[in-house]
């Protein structure tokens, strides 16, 4: 369940997005190839336009169609293809805009946003727009459009996939919530486990995680449904309640079907515990086989 919600570190790749012009900063974390390739850019941009100034970020170089400087309002506002990348961090939109006055980035239009983090890790965003104030840490990833926001975090054992129709997050406190027909998919080489509800909340360095309305999780084998579903790493300990929480599913004995007020296990789900008004049933195929069936 841990790794399962760590995709939502995905957000933090926004904090390098911003284009405000200033010194670059240490960018120790990217590779000599990607520094290279920057240089190339820049100096080809600049060949074609050499009286133009270009923002610079993260030691890389934003282009667009058209930029436009308000003086004024602080603002920089980019329009048409807008690209960043600096072989760490990407960015794409249809446009953008940078408010260095209210320390906000804001772009609309097919978004895009990855970190690659290591060769093998990456995380990905995708939205409709987007919003992110990069002082305090606070931002979203919206949906106007039937598709979904969509989160996806990669690396050599799993990739997760989460879509949800908003996607809030404080990178700060690193707190996020996904709100709207929220469905995770987690593919392993072991299986696949899905999860979905109404909203998602994570608070990632509790290491908790609160699904609320109409909770599902399946792992192809065992399926859980209840109103809530709550985990908490630190305590080790989750629980599921509300509309009777059901589980069913099968086991190498049998298959089975449990209903009951409320269900509680370990972080593992090695102990299980079900409380008030349990009922169900297991039907085992060496039980309904067994010569003793024949007295009844």
């Known amino acids: 369940m841990k790794k399962l919600f760590l995709v939502i570190a995905a957000f933090n790749i926004l904090a390098g997005c911003y284009t405000v012009r200033k010194e670059l900063p240490d960018t120790k974390a990217v590779s000599q190839t990607a520094q290279r390739t920057w240089q190339t850019k820049k100096e080809n941009l600049k060949a074609k336009h050499p009286h133009q100034e270009f923002p610079e970020s993260l030691g890389g170089l934003l282009q667009s169609d058209e930029w436009t400087i308000y003086k004024d309002k602080e603002q920089e506002e980019f329009t048409g293809h807008v690209f960043y990348d600096n072989g760490v961090y990407t960015f794409k939109a249809g446009y953008a ?10 772009a609309r239009g097919n978004v895009f946003v990855k970190q690659q983090q290591t060769p093998d890790i990456s995380y990905e965003a995708y939205a409709d727009q987007g919003k992110y104030n990069y002082q305090t840490g606070k931002g979203k990833f919206q949906s106007v459009s039937k598709n979904p926001v969509k989160l996806i975090w990669t690396e050599p054992a799993q990739t997760v996939t989460a879509t949800a129709r908003q996607a809030d997050f404080n990178t700060t406190t690193r707190v996020f919530t996904l709100t709207g027909n929220v469905f995770v998919t987690r593919t392993t080489p072991e299986g696949t486990q899905t999860m979905q ?14 699904l609320d309305g109409h909770a599902v999780l399946s792992d192809g084998l065992r399926t859980l449904q209840a109103s809530n579903v709550v ?43 079900l409380n008030g008004r349990v009922q169900g049933w297991f039907v085992s195929p060496e039980l309904n086989q067994h010569k003793l069936n024949s007295q009844f």
Do not use: C, M, W
């Open 97 to 106: 805009l940078s408010d260095r006055k209210n320390k906000t980035i804001t």
């Open 197 to 210: 509800a109404d909203k998602i909340t994570l608070r990632q360095d509790e290491e908790y995680v609160h």
């Open 231 to 273: 985990y908490n790493g630190t305590q080790d300990e989750a629980h599921a309640n509300g509309d009777r929480p059901l589980v069913t599913g099968s086991t190498e004995q049998g298959t089975f079907a449990v209903i009951a007020d409320e269900v509680s296990s370990d972080a593992q789900g090695n102990v299980v515990q």
